[in-house]
């Protein structure tokens, strides 16, 4: 047999070198490829659909996000993770429609979890064609959004402002600026303190407040704060520092809604209330050793509680010795009223004053007693003269009837 040629075996080398190194190719196209895969499903959310939405597979980060086992969701509508109004409408019915055509959809969608929870996905619904050309099912590949399109939520709907560590501003939205009056020049490089006041800047507490924010600790009440034009406006707000990578603290940020107008209201009943408290519950010096406190209307704890701190706070400013209580205008007598009562007379002994009630109806005393309430030894007097004699006569002073 004749020997190749040396061109010959040099081709025919040249042919395997070619179909090997065509082969590792082909090989290492395949490992791409299935790397590529491995590294989507690590990092992201895959889910995959007929072309009529029926879930076919979803992969552990997406069932986890969601809230399911596969078993729950394979075989089931996409719909099971929208919204019932949405899953109704028009347009959900064209994105599907749109899908099955081939046409590529993606955006940020709100979806349903299994526990009802809102799920914001950064998602792309991917048509996946067939040797014919034509799509035969769905690929979605998506990202959890959800915190960052709260955040966003919360930044639109409130009044937000920045710091640095100090207290200097950084910056403010849109809402902060107009709720306070200010231009964003007018208040970048200033320090916190041109919202309050000259008292609260000097004081322990304002000083203590920012050493706090420093340390990392987040802050959250309402707060008093100061406009451009002096007006005063309440805030519900929130302080939270936030934290570098080495976990130190390196701004504050601030969310804020105005509740200007409910503490204008709160303070406005609180107010009232205090003066209808002192028009009546007015204690009266009707003699060098003697006060009297006539009640109408109605006793509830809070009452009870102001009358009690007036009627002591008299005590200890005139050194009475008889106080006398009349509830000849109190409407009705119950188990609370009678324990309200009774707590104050024991309060007066215990500054050294002998208290009496007057007024005490044969209606209201037989209360009492049905009650079972324990008057603990109170003096009690049918009409306010008969308590006014007995105090005279309790200090030693007599009284003549004309």
Same mark, same amino acid.
């Given at each position: ?18 179909? *090997? ?66 899953? /109704? ?5 064209? $994105? ?29 619904? /991917? ?6 050309? /034509? ?40 809402? $902060? ?12 490089? *200033? ?96 003699? /060098? ?33 008889? $106080? ?21 007379? *024991? ?56």
């Amino acid at each position: 047999m004749a020997k190749k040629s040396v061109a010959s075996q040099a081709r025919s080398g040249t042919g395997a070198g070619t179909r *090997k190194t065509a082969s590792r190719k082909a090989v290492s196209r395949d490992a791409d490829f299935k790397g590529q895969i491995e590294a989507i499903n690590k990092s992201q959310c895959v889910i995959e659909f007929d072309l009529d939405g029926t879930i076919l597979s979803a992969n552990e980060n997406f069932l986890a996000m969601m809230g399911y086992d596969l078993d729950e969701i394979v075989g089931k509508h996409h719909r099971i993770f929208a919204e019932p109004e949405f899953a /109704n409408s028009p347009e959900y019915i064209d $994105f599907w429609e749109a899908l099955g055509r081939g046409e590529y959809q993606a955006a940020e969608f709100k979806r349903i979890a299994k526990d009802g929870r809102e799920v914001w996905l950064q998602a792309s619904y /991917n048509p996946i064609f067939g040797d014919d050309g /034509n799509p035969y099912k769905i690929v979605k590949f998506a990202t959890d959004v959800t915190e960052r399109k709260m955040t966003e939520a919360m930044i639109a709907s409130q009044a937000v402002i920045e710091f640095r560590m100090d207290g200097t501003i950084l910056s403010a939205n849109d809402k $902060f600026l107009a709720l306070m009056g200010y231009g964003l020049d007018e208040i970048v490089g *200033k320090h916190h303190s041109i919202f309050v006041g000259p008292d609260v800047k000097a004081s322990e507490e304002y000083s203590a407040f920012w050493e706090s924010l420093r340390r990392g600790e987040h802050q959250v009440a309402e707060f008093k704060r100061l406009r451009k034009d002096g007006h005063e406006v309440w805030l519900q707000a929130s302080y939270t520092p936030f934290l570098d990578r080495d976990g130190k603290p390196y701004k504050v940020v601030k969310f804020a809604t105005d509740v200007t107008q409910r503490k204008t209201a709160e303070e406005k009943i609180e107010a009232q209330h205090r003066a209808i408290m002192e028009m009546s519950t007015p204690v009266t010096a009707i003699w /060098n050793d003697i006060l009297l406190l006539p009640i109408v209307g109605f006793i509830d704890s809070q009452r009870a509680q102001d009358v009690m701190s007036a009627i002591l706070s008299k005590i200890d400013e005139t050194r009475a010795r008889v $106080f006398i209580l009349d509830i000849s205008g109190v409407a009705v007598v119950d188990t609370a009223v009678a324990n309200h009562l009774i707590k104050i007379t *024991k309060a007066t002994r215990l500054m050294g004053c002998e208290c009496m009630i007057s007024g005490l109806s044969p209606a209201i005393a037989q209360t009492i007693v049905d009650l079972g309430i324990e008057t603990g030894g109170v003096r009690t007097t049918a009409t306010l003269r008969d308590a006014l004699e007995a105090a005279f006569t309790s200090i030693g002073v007599s009284v003549s009837k004309a």
